[in-house]
């Protein structure tokens, strides 16, 4: 067996289906291309049609196969209805990536009920609704790969965590409960965890020149993260080469979270 080879049977998506949420933009939009480039077909949902056909247009010219659904992810017949337009494009996936997310942070003394409900819906619930409809059938099948992207607002408290906190910790929890019911069956469930990143998602931060300094101190890298440093990871985490890492938050931080 040649290195390529060997690779190859190891990192390989070729075969395989992929739902990517929020994966127009930012982390989930550079986890879209890497699971497309490694060979998975991928469907990219999220809402903006103008970026999602952006994404999937590059995606095409560079020779892979990916498709878009353009959906409302905050509310449960939302969901329903883009995993049901999804799974209409290749067949049911073997690969659920929850990239999608909402990043409000009022002063917990001003969170408003509208805003926790907002939050959970997109960052916990529908991660939840779109587990519950593929994660059966995964299991039947005997192979799939569930990655949620989360925060290190799931482990520790900082620049009013708030309830983006809550629904991110409980998303890492989920992540293990799904790892509990289904990989017996060959589906493993784990979360990446994200330091400070230069996406669209974190553009109050990033706005702040003094603030992006300072966060980049905090890593042990020396740098804030980019989206395409989770490329490697998700492909990991994805493919075959990660059969017994079920339940994990695997930190992809540059360090952040132990300096």
């Known amino acids: 067996m040649t290195p390529q080879s060997y690779l190859t049977d190891l990192f390989s998506l070729e075969g395989r289906v992929a739902l990517v949420t929020g994966g127009s933009s930012g982390i989930g939009r550079a986890i879209a291309g890497a699971l497309a480039h490694a060979g998975a077909k991928v469907v990219v949902v999220a809402r903006r049609e103008t970026e999602l056909a952006a994404t999937v247009e590059e995606l095409v010219g560079d020779g892979c196969r990916a498709a878009w659904v353009s959906a409302d992810l905050g509310s449960r017949d939302g969901v329903r209805a883009a995993a049901e337009g999804a799974a209409a494009v290749y067949g049911e996936p073997d690969i659920l990536v929850n990239s999608a997310g909402i990043n409000l942070r009022p002063p917990m003394g001003e969170l408003t009920d509208e805003v926790w409900d907002a939050t959970m819906a997109v ?5 939840h609704l779109l587990g519950q409809r593929f994660g059966p059938g995964m299991a039947e099948r005997g192979y799939g790969r569930i990655i949620h992207i989360t925060s290190q607002q799931a482990h520790r408290a900082f620049v009013h965590s708030g309830v983006y906190g809550v629904s991110k910790g409980g998303l890492e929890s989920l992540a293990r409960s799904q790892a509990e019911a289904w990989s017996p069956h060959g589906v493993t469930a784990n979360t990446l965890v994200p330091g400070f990143v230069m996406t669209p998602l974190n553009r109050r931060l990033s706005a702040d020149p003094a603030k992006v300094t300072e966060l980049a101190a905090r890593t042990m890298a020396g740098r804030n993260g980019l989206a395409e440093d989770f490329a490697g990871a998700a492909v990991f985490l994805a493919s075959r080469a990660s059969a017994y890492v ?7 931080d540059g360090g952040f979270s132990v300096h």
Do not use: K, R, Y
């Open 123 to 127: 960052n916990l619930e529908a991660p």
């Open 246 to 252: 079920t339940g994990q938050s695997i930190f992809v």
